[in-house]
């Protein structure tokens, strides 16, 4: 029930930047994790970065590049996305593991989907 919201997507040249966001809806009870998928034609869902209390983590190919970050305070994370490569070319989904209130069970909630195109 629970819809995720997503922007920033779009067309970005080689080595340029773009930067995605997601936010939850107001009022969750608690914030488990926050991150990024990834999605490319012919190719499996994979995990791009994730954030927690515990800290980040990120997919060894967009380590460097990549920067995911949290405001508490707003339910948003970001993903900034430098020195973009064609292979980053997907559609880029968010994924937070909430619990909406004290009763119900944490699960995991998607967004939309956002299209990343990476082309000269």
């Known amino acids: 029930q629970v819809l995720l919201v997503e922007s920033g997507g779009g067309l970005v040249q080689p080595g340029g930047s773009l930067t995605l966001s997601c936010a939850a809806p107001r009022g969750i009870f608690r914030i488990l994790n926050m991150g990024w998928y990834r999605q490319a034609p012919g190719k499996q869902r994979e995990l791009v970065a994730n954030i927690s209390s515990g800290g980040s983590t990120y997919a060894d190919s967009v380590k460097g590049r990549f920067t995911v970050s949290r405001d508490n305070a707003k339910n948003t994370v970001d993903l900034q996305m430098n020195s973009l490569k064609p292979e980053d070319t997907a559609v880029y989904y968010c994924?937070?593991?909430?619990?909406?209130?004290?009763?119900?069970?944490?699960?995991?909630?998607w967004g939309q989907g956002t299209q990343v195109t990476v082309s000269s």
């Open positions: 994924n937070a593991r909430l619990k909406v209130a004290p009763g119900l069970r944490e699960r995991d909630y």
